[in-house]
């Protein structure tokens, strides 16, 4: 049918699946519409629709020959800035191999400028809603949170409206549309949201015992701790979680169980994610009396590893790893190391040799306890007297039970809080003397003295009385407990201090009353 050149023609097209959103296509005569060359320059994009009263809002994007062989009919493309975009434009996607994240996608089709002046903001503009604008809506804003409508299930869900705190704005794209009747008035911009929330890893590590059940803790019902008493087990966490560039960095002082019940400081001087990443020597305040102020990067004063990575010029994400299961941070009356972690205790046995201890037989004297003497009568006058030792318990060499503790904290214990070793010492005793003479083997013993005393009617010497004294031994008997061991290594940043207690066996004693006894 030949087209009326007295008349336009119009085409209704839909754009989006909002019924309002519709392009018309109007097929204009131009040799009607141009008188000349020159009058098309009056013909601007952005011109409102002739038909105001039906067309209010909408205006020309695009003019297009629409035959090609004689050019005398054009088609001109009318839109509408599109409202209510958030109905319709998400697309979802979970978390899964390729991204640590639920995402939405929003993508909007905005004005490349305002209806105002020069295109600068007409009455009841908003950058970033009505009007494309390169910095508004600001990504990492998590005061506004992600648009949601009625039809959409984020929020509250479908059939309410507001927007998804859950959800922050990660990413902005603005692209060009490929559809040519947008082009030259709208941009195309896609929003990508995100659902951040730490992502978690769990490890076992060998080198401290692991125990799928953790202990009971009466202290702490919020997260295991090893306490003097009671070793923590279970495993190591490791989270990532992402910051934005403003957003204030902060560092888990609790791995628990929920987000949201994890306790989580803040730097000195509420540092945001970009200073902090300058900053190698940064500290935060632990927020725990006996701890303070800790490093922020590197292995900290809980024991947790804390590094980071600059994903874009805008997000950073921070990764923190147990080196050690949880310390112990409970401000114990009398505790003069709090910081501290006990990484393994058990008890075993190893072999450990335990010295003779010499005889108290008489502890009333205090003079010659465990060396006695005997003396034999000679038929024709005088003796000979011979001493000799007696033991309380002679020396064992086997299976001893053993303690063993390995405790970490972040610095070095000084030599005053390592144990000051004291080994049993045994000594032996050697008296010697031209009348009388014995040889001890090494013993523990209290301070005891031999005399001697030649008498009035030796045939050899005069007469005589000589006093030998033996000081006690460092021990004078087996203590009930000795630590031999207290050593400290450096371990995974901080240091680990490995001691080891022995306890002494139980053995019979000889009897304490042995003397000679002639029969």
Known sequence: MAISSTRRQRIIEFATPKVADLVVVEIVDASKRLGSAASADDIVYGSPHPNATKFPNHKLALIKNADRDQGQFQLWYYVVDRVNQDHYNWEFKSAGANSRYDAVVRTYVLPRYGSGTSGSLGPG????????????????????????????????????SGTDA????????????????????????????????????????DS?????????????????????????????????????????????????????????????????????????????????????????????????????????DNWYVVIERQVVPPVDVTNV???????????????????????????????????????????????????????????????????????????????????????????????????????????????????LFLRVNTGTEHPVYNNESVQFNYGRTNYTDWPASLVIEDKQEPFRGGYMRTKVTVFAPTITAQDPTYAPDPV
């Not at 910095?135 to 039809?151: F, K, T």
Request: glycine share 8%; net charge negative.
């Open 125 to 160: 503009q908003t950058k970033g809603v009505d009007v494309f604008d390169d910095v508004e809506p600001s990504v990492g804003d998590y005061s506004s949170g992600m648009p949601s409508s009625i039809h959409d299930p984020f929020g509250l869900g479908v059939g309410t």
């Open 166 to 205: 859950d959800y922050v704005l990660f990413e902005k794209r603005q692209v060009r549309s490929g559809d040519e009747t947008l082009d030259s008035l709208y941009v195309v911009e896609q929003r990508v949201y995100i659902k951040k929330v730490p992502v978690r890893n769990i490890r076992s590590d």
């Open 208 to 312: 401290f015992s692991y125990d799928s059940t953790l202990h009971e803790d009466t202290t702490d019902t919020t997260v295991d701790r090893g306490t003097a008493t009671d070793p923590a087990k279970g495993a190591l966490l490791d989270k990532e979680t992402v910051y934005y560039k403003t957003e204030t960095i902060k560092a888990t002082t609790v791995f628990a169980t929920t987000d949201g019940a994890e306790t989580m400081e803040s730097t000195t001087g509420t540092v945001n994610a970009a200073t902090a990443f300058r900053d190698p020597d940064l500290t935060y305040d632990t927020g725990i009396t006996p701890i303070g102020t800790s490093n922020f990067w590197g292995v900290d004063e809980l024991g947790v590893q804390r590094e980071g990575k600059q994903l874009s």
């Open 333 to 447: 009356a009398g505790k003069s190391n709090p910081g501290e972690v006990l990484l393994e205790k058990y008890t075993s046995n190893q072999t450990y040799s335990w010295p003779a201890v010499l005889n108290d037989m008489d502890p009333a004297d205090g003079n010659q306890d465990g060396v006695i003497g005997y003396s034999w009568k000679r038929r024709k006058g005088g003796s000979d007297t011979v001493v000799f030792p007696t033991y309380k318990i002679d020396t064992w060499t086997g299976p001893t039970k053993t303690v063993k503790e390995r405790i970490w904290r972040k610095k070095q214990w000084s030599s005053s809080e390592l144990t000051d070793l004291q080994p049993m010492q045994p000594l032996p005793i050697n008296f010697v003397t031209p009348l009388i003479r014995t040889n001890v083997k090494q013993t523990l013993h209290k301070a």
